[in-house]
């Protein structure tokens, strides 16, 4: 199993940045599929999760409306479209896989984890 992501980098505020995440190893397109985002010395935290096959989609309060969850079934990737960020979106990022969809904004829910990109938000 595994979850590569990219897209990370270093943008001003009020920019926007696309990460992706390539999944192998598994049956993607059976699994929700989720961001998480860890700053330093901050707990990991929801961002975003969708379903198997993207009729569903879920938020935290803090990105809603400025970011964008989707996915690609045939090509066994997820996306984040980010816009409007901010200096405290500043964070490693992380995709990873919920079988049964259950409790998205939990990561213990979460069988399978990327190794995470970084995005670093100026101000």
């Known amino acids: 199993v595994q979850l590569q992501a990219s897209g990370g980098g270093l943008v001003q505020a009020g920019g926007s940045l696309r990460l992706s995440c390539a999944a192998s190893?598994?049956?993607?397109?059976?699994?929700?599929m989720g961001w998480f985002r860890q700053a330093p010395g901050k707990e990991r935290e929801f961002v975003a999760a969708?379903?198997?096959?993207?009729?569903?989609?879920y938020y935290a309060d803090s990105v809603k409306g400025r970011f964008t969850i989707s996915r690609d079934n045939a090509k066994n990737t997820v996306y984040l479209q980010m816009s409007s960020l901010k200096p405290e979106d500043t964070a490693v990022y992380y995709c990873?896989?919920?079988?049964?969809?259950?409790?998205?904004?939990?990561?213990?829910?979460?069988?399978?984890w990327g190794q995470g990109t970084k995005v670093t938000v100026s101000s």
């Open positions: 969708i379903s198997w096959r993207g009729g569903s989609t």
């Open positions: 190893g598994f049956a993607f397109a059976t699994y929700f």
């Open positions: 990873a896989a919920n079988y049964g969809g259950r409790g998205v904004s939990d990561w213990l829910n979460y069988s399978y």
